[in-house]
């Protein structure tokens, strides 16, 4: 089979061709005439390019995204308004990305419910989940409703985000709430604050996390 060289000359062509498309992308867009939220095959398509072309138009910043979770859902829709877009996780090597989820609990220590103060605590409980103070929770703080009818309202809403954000609900899983997650989390904070300080990149940064975590978890052995 011919082998084919790939000269810089090329790179440099296809780089500008990729710039004027995108281009075109962000004239068709200011005119109207582009959809305002594209799945990645309607990207791929657009672009001509391979889904992992995409991915690295991604994670080189081209194309800007992070994924993050329904937590600072609220803050970027304060910081970017109408430049916001949410969409699915992606697949990655064949594979669909399944994100964990996690919810806040109201927890009674021990025997409280049946003590002096079940009353209270009782009402206290049914007062969280009320339709109207759910409604209230996620209009001032985005928190995500455990009450089905709230849930069913929000999704009939016509914001598009908010309904990928439910939508994504759907396919995730329960995170563990084994003491394994809580040496992840801190792993993941070390790893993190050194990419930001400038310690590491990407790649170092993410193997210095496997390394703290299995280092952690061997020594609680």
Do not use: C
Not at 43 to 57: A, H, I, K, R
Not at 152 to 173: F, R, T
């Amino acid at each position: 089979m011919p082998t084919s060289i790939i000269t810089t000359d090329d790179l440099r062509e296809f780089k500008m061709e990729l710039l004027d498309d995108i281009k075109q992308l962000l004239t068709r867009q200011a005119s109207g005439k582009l959809k305002k939220y594209l799945k990645s095959s309607e990207v791929m398509d657009l672009l001509q390019v391979s889904p992992g072309t995409l991915q690295n138009l991604r994670i080189n910043g081209t194309l800007p995204y992070t994924i993050n979770g329904a937590w600072a859902f609220q803050q970027l829709t304060d910081q970017l308004g109408d430049d916001l877009g949410v969409s699915l996780l992606p697949s990655y090597q064949g594979k669909k990305m399944v994100p964990y989820f996690s919810s806040h609990v109201l927890a009674f220590p021990n025997n409280s419910l049946t003590s002096s103060k079940s009353k209270e605590l009782t009402a206290l409980a049914q007062f969280f989940q009320r339709q109207a103070i759910q409604q209230q929770m996620w209009q001032d703080m985005k928190v995500l409703p455990s009450n089905d009818l709230v849930k069913k309202q929000i999704i009939l809403s016509d914001n598009h985000n908010v309904k990928q954000l439910l939508l994504q609900l759907e396919n995730a899983k329960p995170m563990p709430t084994e003491h394994a997650m809580a040496v992840i989390w801190e792993a993941m904070l070390k790893g993190i604050n050194r990419y930001l300080a400038g310690v590491f990149d990407a790649q170092k940064a993410t193997e210095y996390m496997q390394y703290i975590t299995e280092k952690s978890l061997n020594n609680e052995q």
